[in-house]
C-alpha cells in the first residue's frame, strides 16, 4: 500500500513527533505530525478501487522477428465519480511498460498504446495489465489487476524464395510403395474403405468379388516434397545472431514450399517439428512452428536423418546448419541417394575458401554458405536455376 517514499515519510513522521514532545522541541513535534497526516491522508486517497473497464487486444497478434507490433488497452469509467492518478502497468515478456493515464470523467474511456519488444523470437506473454493509483505525493499506492494475459507470437523473418525443382522421372504407373500422398492423378492401389472416403472411388467389381467395400486409392506422383532438416545444436552455431539466422533460412525455404502447395516435412535432431501436406495455411503452420524452436544441446545431428532411411517419396533435401562442430552432417550421404538432389545451407562468417558464387560443391551435396537473408535469396536462385 505505501511506497517506499510513504514509508520513509511515516518513520521520520513518528520519529520527529516522538523527539518533540520527549524533548520538548514544538516545531519537530510540528513537522512530524505533519508527515504523519500526509501519510494518513495518502491512504484515504488511494483506497478507492477505480471501476474500470479493460479491453485489450494485440495488433498484429502474430509478427517476425523485428516488425512493429502493438498493445492497444482501452480504459472506461464505469463509475460515477471523475478518476485520477492512475498509471497502467502491462507486463511484456520481462519488463513492465507503464503509461499514465489522464483523469477520466464518468462514462469516458482512453486508449493506450505501447510498443511491444519483437526483437527475439517466441512466444511473448503479456499482461495481465495492472491499473496503480497513487496519490499526489506518490505516498500510497494501490494496484489492481485487470484481464487475462494475451500472448503475441514473434516468427522468423523470411524472403521469397524459389521452390528448388526435383529433376527424377516419375513413373508413368505411379509409385511403387504406399508413402506417396493422397492424390486425385494416378491410380495406385485397391485398398478396404475407411469412413470419410469418397464414394466415388468404390471399386464395384472388387468389392463384389471379396464382399467387402473397396475404394481406389489414388495418388499424385508429381507432387515435390521438400524434406528440411535444421540444426539446432548449440555447439553447431558461434552465436545466437547465427542460430536466430538459420531459422530465418529454414522459415524462408518452408514457406517457399508450403506458399506453392507442395507438402513440408521439418525435423530436427530433437525430433520431427511439423509435417504438411501441401493444403489450407501450411505455411502459417511452419512459421508458428519455428517461431518456438530452441537450440538443444545434443553432441550430434545424425538423429535427424534416422527418420529418413525410409523415405521413398523422393524430391529435394536441404540441410540448414552452422559454420561450427559438424559431429553427425556425415550421416547425410546414408539418405542422399532417397532423394532428388540436396542441398546443405551453412550459416556463419567463415574463412573457409568459397566458390565465386558463393557454394561449394562437397561431394553430392552442395553447401551454400550465407551470413544474411539477402545472400540466401541471391544463392538459392542460383542454386533453383541449375
Not at 538459420?246 to 522459415?251: F, M, R, T
Request: aromatic letters at 4%; charged letters at 25%; hydrophobic letters at 40%.
Amino acid at each position: 500500500m505505501l511506497s517506499a517514499t510513504g514509508w520513509g515519510t511515516l518513520v521520520a513522521g513518528a520519529v520527529l513527533t516522538t523527539t518533540g514532545y520527549v524533548l520538548g522541541y514544538g516545531e519537530a513535534a510540528a513537522l512530524g505530525t505533519a508527515c504523519l497526516l500526509a501519510v494518513a491522508v495518502a491512504v484515504l486517497w488511494a483506497l478507492p478501487a477505480p471501476v474500470l473497464g479493460t479491453e485489450r487486444r494485440i495488433t498484429p497478434s502474430r509478427v517476425s522477428r523485428g516488425d512493429p507490433a502493438e498493445g492497444v488497452v482501452t480504459l472506461t469509467n464505469t463509475g460515477g465519480r471523475t478518476r485520477r492518478g492512475l498509471r497502467a502497468i502491462d507486463r511484456c515478456g520481462e519488463r513492465d511498460i507503464a503509461v499514465e493515464v489522464p483523469p477520466l470523467r464518468p462514462g469516458t474511456s482512453y486508449e493506450v498504446r505501447y510498443a511491444l519488444p519483437t526483437a527475439r523470437r517466441g512466444r511473448v506473454p503479456v499482461g495481465p495489465l495492472r491499473l496503480e493509483r497513487t496519490d499526489p505525493l506518490g505516498l500510497a499506492r494501490r494496484m489492481r489487476p485487470y484481464d487475462a494475459a494475451d500472448t503475441l507470437l514473434v516468427r522468423p523473418r523470411i524472403r521469397p524464395l524459389p521452390v528448388l525443382p526435383s529433376g527424377r522421372a516419375h513413373h508413368v504407373e505411379g509409385p511403387a510403395s504406399d508413402s506417396a500422398d493422397d492424390g486425385t492423378l494416378t491410380f495406385h492401389a485397391l485398398r478396404e474403405y475407411v469412413l470419410g472416403d469418397d464414394l466415388r472411388r468404390v471399386h464395384w467389381r472388387s468389392t463384389a468379388r471379396t464382399g467387402t467395400l473397396m475404394v481406389r486409392q489414388m495418388v499424385d506422383v508429381s507432387l515435390p516434397h521438400t524434406t528440411l532438416v535444421l540444426d539446432t545444436r548449440r555447439r553447431a552455431y558461434a552465436s545466437e545472431d547465427d542460430f536466430e539466422l538459420a531459422v530465418d533460412c529454414a522459415a524462408s525455404i518452408a514457406y517457399a514450399a508450403a506458399r506453392s502447395h507442395f507438402p513440408v516435412h521439418l525435423t530436427s535432431e530433437a525430433g520431427a517439428l511439423l509435417h504438411t501436406d501441401g493444403s489450407g495455411h501450411d505455411g502459417e503452420a511452419l512459421l508458428d512452428a519455428l517461431a518456438v524452436v530452441r537450440r538443444s544441446e545434443l553432441p550430434s545431428v545424425a538423429a535427424a536423418f534416422d527418420g529418413l532411411e525410409g523415405h521413398h517419396g523422393s524430391g529435394a533435401l536441404v540441410v540448414v546448419t552452422g559454420t561450427g562442430d559438424t559431429r553427425g552432417l556425415g550421416a547425410v550421404d546414408r539418405v542422399r541417394h532417397r532423394f532428388d538432389r540436396a542441398t546443405m545451407v551453412r550459416v556463419g562468417a567463415t574463412e573457409a575458401a568459397t566458390t565465386r558464387d558463393g557454394v561449394d560443391p562437397v561431394g553430392d551435396v552442395r553447401q551454400l554458405r550465407v551470413a544474411s537473408l539477402d545472400e540466401l535469396l541471391a544463392g538459392w536462385r542460383r542454386e533453383a536455376a541449375r
